[in-house]
């Protein structure tokens, strides 16, 4: 069975930075490439990063990019998303999904998703 | 970027009765449409792919048409289980975009 667990997220304050983690299995972790989408408080769904299965190709949303960084280790059966300068906007619940091939860093869909993680950004 | 617009945005339905939900996107977005379950508390769940292919282990109830900038998510008896809001993605392109959403509420 394909498990996606997040952890990490909490409240912070604008303008500072929040590391989340993913810890995947059930699936060879190493096969596919791996994405964060997030959700908004009472909003729709936005694909904000992915990354290819051997870390070689690299995905960002433009209201993400610059600010977030995405990671992954293999070894661990392990995702990451490091965000810096983080802002009121992005306070959301933010769900790991698993990508469908091994090289689309965007563009795609995603069969699995995990629980989320809730990231609040507010003074 | 390539927007997706569902509607309605609340459908209300009886047990046993068919849903019809919409999904029209602003440009071609070929046959790379996803349809997602979401219910409350709970991560969305992928239904449909390529506007029509049925994910694993999703029943013969529900089912996906269209192509180009118009689609449909047809579930033809509605079980309990089904109410839900469901959420409309294209991944034609890098943004990957989703609708806003249909809320399938019961009737």
């Known amino acids: 069975e394909v498990q996606l667990v997040e952890s990490g997220g909490g409240l912070v304050q604008p303008g500072r930075s929040l590391r989340l983690s993913c810890a995947a299995s059930?699936?060879?972790?190493?096969?596919?490439?791996m994405h964060w989408v997030r959700q908004a408080p009472g909003k729709g769904l936005e694909w904000v990063s992915g990354?290819?299965?051997?870390?070689?190709?690299?995905g960002y949303a433009d209201s993400v990019k610059g600010r977030f960084t995405i990671s992954r280790d293999n070894a661990k059966n392990s995702l990451y998303l490091q965000m810096n300068s983080l802002r009121a906007e992005d306070t959301a619940l933010y769900y790991c999904a698993k990508g469908v091939d091994p090289i689309a860093v965007a563009g795609t869909r995603f069969d699995y998703w995990g629980q989320g993680t809730l990231v609040t950004v507010s003074s | 970027e390539i927007v997706m617009t569902q509607s309605p945005a609340t459908l209300s339905v009886s047990p046993g009765e068919r849903a019809t939900l919409s999904c029209r996107a602003s440009?071609?977005?070929?046959?790379?449409l996803a349809w997602y379950q979401q219910k409350p508390g709970q991560a969305p769940r992928l239904l449909i792919y390529?506007?029509?292919t049925r994910a694993t282990g999703i029943p013969a109830r529900f089912s996906g048409s269209g192509s180009g900038t118009e689609f449909t998510l047809t579930i033809s008896s509605l079980q309990s289980e089904d109410f839900a809001v469901y959420y409309c993605q294209q991944y034609n392109n890098w943004s990957g975009t989703f609708g806003q959403g249909t809320k399938v509420e019961i009737k």
């Open positions: 390529g506007a029509s």
């Open positions: 990354i290819s299965w051997n870390s070689g190709s690299i």
């Open positions: 059930g699936f060879t972790f190493d096969d596919y490439a």
């Open positions: 440009q071609s977005v070929s046959s790379n």
